[in-house]
């Protein structure tokens, strides 16, 4: 049993949290919009993970132990914690940086 890929996804909300308070970029407060977000990331790769898992593809060691079907729990907060992240980071880049072009602004 390891602690260190827990350890890892929480240091990286840890690092990513001052945006959301410091920078008050709304990524909370947007729940809807958070989860048409990772729902979409979630779904995706659980399902490549499970199936090449499943298929012998690859495995995982030296974790918690705690699987929910055959991956580990680590693996789906995996799925949760990068594009968490990655969306504080993004929001926090067009909080900071409001005249750079992203791709989803309004006509």
Known sequence: MS?????????????????ELVLKVGVYRRLRRLL????????VFV???ALAIHAGHWHYRHLLGIRIGNLPIEE?????????????TL???????PEWSI?????
């Open 103 to 107: 791709g989803d602004e309004r006509p």
């Open 76 to 88: 789906l907060a995996f799925f949760v914690v990068v594009p968490l992240c990655a969306v504080l």
């Open 47 to 49: 399902l490549w993970d």
């Open 36 to 43: 048409l977000t990772l729902l979409p990331v979630l779904a």
């Open 91 to 97: 929001e926090a880049v067009r909080r900071r940086r």
């Open 3 to 19: 602690w260190i890929y827990p350890a890892v996804l929480g240091g990286c909300l840890l690092a990513t949290l001052p945006l």
